[in-house]
Every structure is written in C-alpha cells, then in structure tokens.
T-cell receptor, first 111, second 113 residues
C-alpha cells in the first residue's frame, strides 16, 4: 500500500518555464512534507519542506504548496534551469510514521 | 565538505558472504537511518538509531543488522546476502525523528555475484 504517490514518472519542461511536480498521499496522520532532488550517483538532497500548519512555503525559485483536504502537494520551480534536471522525490512523515517516499519524478529541462 | 559519508561507494560480494557497509557523519545528529533503494523505486527505511536506541522497521529481514558504536558512525551488516539484496543502500541523519529534514550520503551500490 503506497502511502505517498508520484503519478508522473517523468516530466519535460522548457528552460525558463515553470515546472510543476505533483504528489499525493493517503495517510491523514502525515504532518510534515519534504521534497528531495537526486542527481545520478548521488544521494537525495533536501530541497524544501512544509509543515501541515501551512499551505505554502517558498525558497528562492522553489515553492511547495500543500492542500490538506485533497491530500496533495506540489513543487513549483520557476524559472526552470538546465541544472534542475534530476529525479525529484516527495516524502512525508507524521504520527508513528518515519519518512515515507514517493517513487520519484524525473524532470528534464530542455534548452 | 561532505557531511554524510558512505564507504565504499560500490561493493561487490558473493552470494551468502557477509558484507558491512559504513556511514559516518560530521553533523553531530542524534538520528541515523539506513534505507534500501532498488531501481525506480522509493527508498525504503530499514531501521534507525536515535542515539543508541535501535529501531527496526517491522518488515526489515533478519538478515539485516546494524551497529552504531558512537555518534559519528553507523554500520549496516548483511549476514547472508541474497541476489534480492542487490540495491543502493542510503544512510541519512537528522537532528530528531520528527519534522526535520534528513541529510543523505551518496549511497553504496551493492552487487551480489
């Protein structure tokens, strides 16, 4: 039973445009959500997080939105740059659950 | 200035031959985690240490053990590796278990011959 789902295995976006990565979760006890970025042959790197008391958190080009009623979060990257090409994982924790990861979305930024 | 260091980056072992993977951290974090990640799948938590307290996930096979001799180091021991244990093994650390980002090493890719 997958508690955190990233339904798009891949996404292709033109440089300079907005990239929107989506994530859904099923466990209503989750109260802390994160996005990680992973380059090949490297470990995941923490990008941005959001607590369930907020619905938006922004850090430079990265913004995470949380819709608790829909159990949905998204990561917006604007403007997208070639160095943003990577696999993005969303993750959630809360209640008795440690961090649970989605399966990842491979983002490709085209020049 | 890597903060979570995993050694080796690549490990090859024989079927059934015990293997140990190593992780060290310079962050002085209380919690250290071990994850298993197979191709195109989400990282799966095996266990974690909060200081010296060991916490095993319910579905982690008995074949997997861990040791944390001090704050900085944590080891993953696979007693009798099977072909299904070939994967990337990721170590991570965090200050506490709740509402804190985890910081990952670059992983050890384990191959079983």
């Amino acid at each position: 039973d997958q508690q955190v789902k990233q339904n798009s295995p891949s996404l292709s976006v033109q440089e300079g445009r907005i990239s929107i990565l989506n994530c859904d979760y099923t466990n209503s006890m989750f109260d802390y959500f994160l996005w990680y970025k992973k380059y090949p042959a490297e470990g995941p790197t923490f990008l941005i997080s959001i607590s369930s008391i907020k619905d938006k958190n922004e850090d430079g080009r990265f913004t995470v939105f949380l819709n608790k009623s829909a159990k949905h979060l998204s990561l917006h990257i604007v403007p997208s740059q070639p160095g943003d090409s990577a696999v993005y994982f969303c993750a959630a924790s809360g209640g008795a659950q440690k961090l649970v990861f989605g399966q990842g979305t491979r983002l490709t930024i085209n020049p | 200035d890597a903060m979570v260091i995993q050694n080796p980056r690549y490990q090859v072992t024989q079927f059934g031959k015990p293997v140990t993977l190593s992780c060290s951290q310079t962050l002085n974090h209380n919690v250290m985690y071990w994850y298993q990640q197979k191709s195109s799948q989400a990282p799966k938590l095996l266990f974690h240490y909060y200081d010296k307290d060991f916490n095993n996930e319910a579905d982690t096979p008995d074949n997997f053990q861990s040791r944390r001799p001090n704050t900085s180091f944590c080891f993953l021991d696979i007693r009798s590796p099977g072909l299904g244990d070939a994967a990337m093994y990721l170590c991570a650390t965090s200050r506490t278990v709740s509402n804190q980002p985890q910081h990952f090493g670059d992983g050890t890719r384990l191959s079983i011959l």
